[in-house]
């Protein structure tokens, strides 16, 4: 009997697990019965926007970790700013022996400042003239600029000369990357450039009462620009044990920074996100708690629909693309982040909420330069949800804040800039939601 | 032992979820689904006790026969197509519309606990839409789906007053959930692009519980030794659907009705038999004006089959079994009323016997039908295994 029964519970389970659930999904037959309606509306600047802000100076050039040189490209003006380790003061130096001594009394020949560029980034299909300048006039890396020197708690310096001060060059070069391609198209893009300096120049770097206080690289073609990702200065010196041979010392940077010309000041009647340093628009919100009816909702007599009891399904936050000052055009994507402002009263500094966007915004730059006006939005149904969330709870739509900004501060010299209050294109928040019916029984 | 076989069998099948998956369960209280085992099933029964010996919700009677304690249950997969002008589909699922145990009083009594079907709410439909944002046509899908079902537990009790007569009656519940729910989902891309900014999708539910009471009579008398008349009449209070916390609504209830049976068989030889059996109902004025305009009126089952033990096999006899089934359904389906015809064929085999009487058996039957609502049709196949074990 035990067998039996064995054998038909598992001719039966065999029978069940075999069969897979499938549902009939038939189509609509008029079972739908809650008669859902999703509509779209679009609720202009001036009925949710309160006001908006633009503060600058997020981060530092200095952040970047690499210069930029530019000159007139694009409008742009930027030198880049560079100090150098401590100078060696001694040399170890194989002797005819054979054994290695260390030499301090050397004597300095000469040199070459040895550059590293970018090869991705910047005018690479033309040559770019690279002077090298010594600075004499101390400046502050994270803080300086191209009016200011140093701009520190208590102390504040302007460059006697705009643009890194009084100067005194070094040499000058050529960098061109496809140089090597030339001759045979196998080649690697050349990415450094050489230039010497003679003895003079490293006296002065050498003494103490010189006053050099780094390298400044300015370009000399008009309408190009490299990024400068290193830089070491080679000196050449012959020891007092070896006078007939000639020992390079290398020394390397430890600080990079560079100056912008002409940074416009704060924008008024417009947004502007990035930069360097880093803008940030902060755009008070009084989202309201009624829109004005679809013929679908509504039919032709027309309502108000309270957004506290629609099921929302998308918020965006739509801001038109508008073209930058000159010089200032994003020369690469530019990703955008979305974040409540948890304390607006401290702004610039308050703190900021989570990430609000689903994924960064990724805005390409064609979009600030040959395609402005164009739309870009920003995906803000959670927020939106919550706020009116909070409305269905008080009775009241509490007023809020967002800042838009750059997800990297800073990412590029160039900033993004959308269209602010008033005419066309300011910003609107584009809301679609559903309303349906309650479930019910047949 | 046996009862930990009988225990294990139970827990290897209770687990998966009982349901049905046609659209007709849309309509009123949702599809009709008996509570007949897989002898009731090859014979075109209507629930009324036959000859063999089984245990069948709402009929203690067909129970009186078994000798010892025993466990019956039913498992019945089932695949069909459907048909409405140029859309078709398919669907599959498997119930267990009956689970009973039966425990003899002597030779003369017997009780009995069942779980029988009653009603299948299991269904869905869907359609597709697009909408307008931000200038992007996005498409949408709209789904409706309902998945609940009424199911019957009883208590029974039957005794034999003479060699001709016997009477039995049940009392139970009709107990159910149901859950109603419409979602309007997104697509996330639009011409095979991802949406920046994805569309959350929408969605909206209901959920019931159902209650109510219900009874029944049974009558089986021989009239002579080569027949056999059995009667049942099948009383049903009113079915309470109560909104489960967090849906809206107010309780409703449903004034089911009365339904008659009969069933006779002719013994036309100790090795074949005759079986019909005919079933009616009327389920208009239900008490819901909802659901009375889906009302399908008087309702008729009618069945036939014939049974025949051709040899024998294992542990008993070997009855073959063939029938047709035509029913109407309780509810009507887009203004149509809905018709279900089958034709089956079935065995069963002994696999322990006592006194001539099944101990322990599994029943089989197969059955090909389809049921018609104006233009809409569907296609079935439906296999039903019972398995009937007893013993001290």
Redesign the interface.
């Known amino acids: 009997?035990?067998r039996?029964?064995?054998a038909?519970?598992i001719?039966?389970?065999a029978?069940?697990w075999g069969?897979?659930?499938?549902?009939?999904?038939?189509?609509?037959?008029?079972?739908?019965?809650?008669n859902?309606r999703?509509a779209?509306v679009t609720i202009p600047y001036d009925d949710f926007v309160s006001g908006f802000q633009v503060y600058g100076g997020y981060g530092s050039a200095a952040d970047f970790g690499r210069g930029v040189v530019a000159l007139d490209f694009a409008g742009a003006n930027v030198r880049a700013l560079m100090k150098i380790e401590d100078l060696p003061t001694s040399a170890d130096v194989v002797g005819s022996d054979g054994v290695s001594r260390t030499d301090s009394d050397l004597s300095f020949v000469g040199g070459r400042v040895v550059l590293s560029f970018d090869t991705i980034d910047g005018t690479l299909n033309v040559p770019v003239g690279i002077e090298v300048f010594g600075v004499v006039e101390e400046w502050h890396g994270p803080t300086a600029t191209w009016d200011v020197a140093v701009d520190t708690a208590g102390d504040r310096r302007d460059w006697t000369q705009l643009g890194g001060g009084a100067l005194n060059s070094l040499g000058a070069g050529t960098y061109a990357a496809f140089s090597d391609q030339q001759f045979d198209p196998e080649l690697p893009l050349l990415d450094t450039l050489s230039i010497s300096v003679d003895s003079a120049a490293v006296a002065g770097f050498l003494n103490p009462g010189g006053g050099s206080t780094g390298f400044l690289l300015a370009a000399t073609f008009s309408g190009t620009s490299v990024n400068v990702v290193d830089l070491k200065l080679v000196l050449n010196t012959v020891p007092s044990t070896q006078p007939d041979t000639v020992v390079e010392l290398s020394v390397g940077t430890d600080d990079v920074t560079f100056i912008i010309e002409g940074v416009p000041p704060a924008p008024v009647g417009w947004l502007r996100v990035g930069g360097t340093p880093s803008w940030r628009s902060v755009i008070s919100l009084t989202i309201p708690s009624t829109v004005d009816g679809t013929v679908d909702l509504c039919g032709a007599v027309g309502c108000q629909v309270d957004l506290r009891e629609v099921?929302?399904?998308?918020a965006?936050l739509?801001l038109t693309t508008r073209q930058p000052q000159s010089g200032f055009q994003p020369q690469d994507t530019t990703v955008l982040d979305l974040r409540r402002v948890l304390n607006p009263e401290l702004l610039p500094k308050s703190p900021l909420g989570s990430v609000l966007l689903?994924a960064a915004?990724i805005v390409p730059p064609a979009l600030f330069s040959t395609d402005v006006g164009a739309?870009v939005?920003f995906?803000v149904?959670r927020f939106v949800r919550e706020v009116l969330e909070v409305a269905a709870e008080t009775g009241s739509v509490p007023d809020a804040s967002l800042v838009l900004l750059s997800l990297l501060e800073p990412s590029d010299i160039g900033f993004a800039s959308f269209a602010g209050s008033g005419g066309v294109g300011a910003p609107e928040l584009?809301l679609?939601f559903?309303v349906?019916n309650?479930?019910?029984?047949? | 032992m046996m009862n930990r076989s009988l225990l294990l069998a139970l827990v290897m099948i209770v687990p998966s979820p009982v349901s049905g998956q046609s659209v007709l369960g849309s309509s009123g209280l949702g599809l009709r689904i008996e509570p007949l085992d897989a002898v009731q099933r090859a014979l075109g029964g209507v629930g009324v006790a036959t000859r063999t010996p089984t245990i069948l919700p709402g009929n203690a009677i067909a129970s009186l026969d078994i000798l010892a304690p025993t466990v019956a249950f039913t498992v019945q997969p089932h695949w069909g197509t459907y048909e409405v002008d140029s859309e078709q589909g398919d669907f599959s699922a498997t119930r267990f519309p009956v689970l009973g145990f039966a425990y003899p009083l002597g030779t003369n009594g017997v009780v009995t606990v069942t779980a029988g079907s009653r009603f299948d709410q299991n269904w869905s439909v869907e359609s597709q839409d697009s909408v307008d944002v931000g200038g992007q046509r996005v498409g949408l899908t709209d789904t409706f789906l309902s998945d609940g079902a009424v199911a019957t537990i009883q208590v029974g009790w039957a005794r034999r007053w003479s060699t001709t007569l016997a009477m039995g009656t049940t009392l139970g519940v009709n107990r159910g959930g149901l859950t109603r729910t419409f979602t309007r989902s997104f697509e996330t891309t639009v011409d095979s692009v991802p949406l920046v900014s994805p569309v959350e999708g929408f969605t909206s539910t209901g959920r019931w519980h159902h209650s109510g009471p219900l009874a029944s009579l049974n009558l089986a008398w021989d009239p002579s030794s080569v027949l056999q008349v059995g009667a049942t009449v099948a009383w049903s209070g009113r079915i309470k659907l109560n909104p489960a916390e967090g849906t809206d609504g107010m309780s409703r209830g449903v004034s089911a009705p009365i339904e008659f049976k009969v069933s006779t068989t002719a013994v036309l030889s100790p090795t074949l038999a005759v079986n019909a059996g005919a079933a009616t109902s009327n389920w208009t004025d239900l008490g819901e004006p909802g659901l009375d305009a889906a009302s399908g009126g008087r309702v008729t089952t009618f069945g036939a089959g014939v049974e025949w033990e051709v040899t024998n096999f294992w542990a008993g006899g070997f009855p073959l079994r063939a029938g047709f089934r035509r029913s109407q359904l309780p509810f009507r389906f887009l203004n149509n009323k809905v018709k279900e015809n089958t034709v089956s064929f079935g065995f069963s085999v002994i696999m322990a016997q006592a006194l001539g009487l099944p101990l322990a058996a599994l029943d089989l039957a197969v059955e090909v039908g389809s049921r018609d609502a104006g233009s809409f049709k569907e296609r079935f196949r439906r296999l039903t295994v019972s398995v009937r074990v007893g013993g001290q």
């Open positions: 009997m035990k039996y029964l064995l038909t519970v001719f039966c389970s029978l069940v069969c897979k659930e499938n549902n009939t999904t038939a189509p609509d037959l008029g079972f739908i019965e809650v859902p999703t779209a099921d929302l399904n998308l965006e739509v689903p915004t739309e939005s995906t149904t584009r679609l559903t349906a309650e479930v019910g029984l047949p």
